[in-house]
């Protein structure tokens, strides 16, 4: 409905769309960050790196309490080299899911293996949605 917000956003990218998100959350919406695709794709090293903080912004902690609202990061990569099982029950769980069938992959493109070089310009382009999938 017009005027409505957001609960919450999962955003994979962060970056240039964190702002957006930000301002689409309402009252008590939370921000889950789970991902860095833009900064994956910086090809100037320490400059992207600087370009993508200037991006996402300066955040502070009495802005969130005054607005109500909440960011969450997570990085898999910390989770598994810590807290594996969590890890392990999250894969099962997503597992359970597909084969009862609540589940179901977005595939973005299927490529030959000949066409790696396509399917990782298409992911690097950012205009990819889903999984791709590659066959050999």
């Keep these: 409905m017009k005027g409505e917000r ?5 955003n994979p990218v962060a970056g240039s ?13 939370r921000m ?3 991902g860095g695709a833009e900064l994956a794709s ?10 993508f903080v200037r991006r996402m912004g300066l955040v502070l902690p009495i802005g969130l309490m005054m ?9 898999m ?14 894969l099962k769980s997503v597992v359970e899911l597909y084969s009862e069938g609540k589940l179901t992959p977005q595939i973005g493109g299927i ?6 070089k396509d399917a990782h310009e298409a ?11 590659v066959y050999w």
């Design 67 to 75: 607005r109500s609202k909440n960011i969450l990061g997570v990085n």
């Design 32 to 34: 889950v960050l789970f």
């Design 6 to 10: 957001l609960d919450i956003s999962y």
């Design 42 to 51: 910086g090809k100037w090293g320490l400059f992207s790196k600087l370009n």
């Design 111 to 116: 490529y030959k293996e000949g066409n790696v």
């Design 123 to 133: 992911l690097e382009s950012g205009n990819t949605t889903g999984k791709l999938a």
């Design 77 to 90: 990569l910390k989770i598994a080299d810590n807290k594996p099982q969590v890890l392990a029950h999250c």
């Design 17 to 29: 769309t964190y702002k957006k998100d930000m301002s689409l959350l309402g009252s008590g919406g």
